[in-house]
């Protein structure tokens, strides 16, 4: 069983930049596909963006393309998520997930806080 740490959130101004880490515990991470989902209030729950076990293969939400990159080092158990050009309405808790794909992801992070002031 893989159990996810999510840390790098914070508080960001419009505009401006965070780097979310994901740090994964147990043997099995590298095989698992991973990814970042949030759900702003009053919004449905999105699948921001996700990653396959290689890093070869990724996915992006349309809201977040050009402007969030998703990477990992399985040799440290650990993925990124790299947040450029932040905007107010992205303000939300971000949660790490693992082992599954689109909207179905069998292991969930706590979750970090991104709060982007205007």
């Not at 419009?14 to 994964?24: H, N, P, T």
């Not at 990992?72 to 599954?100: A, D, F, W």
């Amino acid at each position: 069983q893989v159990q996810l740490v999510e840390s790098g959130g914070g508080l960001v101004q419009a505009g401006g930049s965070l780097r979310l880490s994901c740090a994964a515990s147990g043997r099995a991470f590298s095989t698992y596909s991973m990814g970042w989902f949030r759900q702003a209030p009053g919004k449905e729950r999105e699948i921001v963006a996700a990653i396959n076990w290689s890093g070869g293969m990724t996915h992006y939400a349309d809201s977040v393309k050009g402007r969030f990159t998703i990477s990992r080092e399985n040799i440290k158990n650990t993925i990124y998520l790299q947040m450029h050009s932040l905007k107010p309405e992205e303000t939300t808790v971000y949660y790490c997930v693992g082992g599954g794909w689109g909207d179905t992801w069998g292991t969930w992070g706590q979750g970090t806080q991104v709060t982007v002031s205007s």
